[in-house]
């Protein structure tokens, strides 16, 4: 026999699902044209040569090459650029 009386269920357990965002392809890594680079909220980087900025900030390659990362501007701004091959 139970020895304790059931208890109510909880309001949590609820959460919603990951968005799976972030670098994807990181500095010095081969990519061809069409491969995503960034998945991101807002412009936390910026797109530099060779890439091209989604609609939802996605950032990803317009040429093959290979990703770089660099801090430039007067904002110390973030840009990612394809170094062609």
Do not use: Y
Not at 68 to 73: I, Q
């Amino acid at each position: 026999m139970a020895t304790k009386k059931a208890g109510g269920s909880t309001r949590n357990g609820r959460d919603s699902e990951s968005k799976r965002l972030g670098v994807k392809r990181f500095g010095g890594e081969s990519v061809l044209a069409g491969s995503i680079i960034v998945r991101q909220r807002g412009t936390k980087f910026h797109a530099g040569t060779n890439v091209g900025m989604g609609r939802d900030h996605t950032l990803f390659a317009t040429a093959d090459g290979k990703v770089k990362f660099e801090v430039k501007g007067d904002k110390n701004r973030k840009f990612v650029s394809i170094d062609a091959e």
